[in-house]
């Protein structure tokens, strides 16, 4: 598709006619393109299905939103985590653990661990900055975690990566724009 300028020359169409760039593609460049879309999306799918495998982790990779565990993790801290079932939790240790009723989890450091003579194993959380322990955050009427309740034990790091998660989450508006601008180079790039 050609726009009309001065007489003799002639000027590109704007990027953002995607469907007519679509309906000029034959089947099989059509097929191709989805196909490649669709091996994408189930890559990231498999790297992430493989990690949860790896480390025993129902979310092997989490993003630390708040800032209470400071000094140790900051707001924005990429966290790996692992969680086989054999280690035994100790004081010291941090974990990330889900409470029932709330759909984010908590990254938190151990600060009691109770023992039962028949092995179950019970503790208690906190952040390193807070002022008190994790109590008020449990479901009521529970006042120490399970095994059951952690997702993952801290493992490694990496300072401030997820802060893209954050503002994401924080201003909408910016993760549409994000998303606009990616769609605009893609488009401008493939025009040239």
Not at 63 to 81: K, N, Q, T, Y
Not at 139 to 154: F, H, I, P, T
């Amino acid at each position: 598709m050609v726009r009309a300028g001065v007489v003799g020359t002639q000027l590109p169409t704007s990027g953002l006619d995607i469907f007519g760039d679509l309906r000029k593609m034959n089947k099989r460049q059509l097929y191709y393109q989805v196909l490649n879309f669709a091996m994408i999306v189930s890559s990231a799918l498999m790297i992430w299905k493989g990690l949860i495998v790896l480390t025993g982790s129902e979310s092997p990779i989490v993003v630390v939103l708040s800032g209470s565990m400071e000094p140790a993790f900051h707001r924005g801290d990429l966290l790996f985590l692992t969680n086989f079932r054999e280690d035994p939790i100790r004081a010291g240790e941090i974990v990330v653990f889900k409470v029932e009723g709330r759909d984010i989890p908590i990254v938190h450091r151990v600060i009691k661990v109770h023992e039962k003579d028949n092995g179950d194993i019970k503790f208690l959380t906190k952040g390193d900055n807070n002022e008190v322990d994790d109590r008020g955050l449990y479901k009521e009427g529970q006042n120490w975690l399970e095994k059951k309740d952690v997702v993952g034990r801290a493992r490694g790091f990496l300072p401030y990566v997820g802060m893209v998660t954050i503002i994401m989450n924080d201003y909408p508006k910016f993760k549409y724009a994000l998303l606009a601008v990616m769609g605009a180079y893609v488009l401008l790039k493939r025009e040239s």
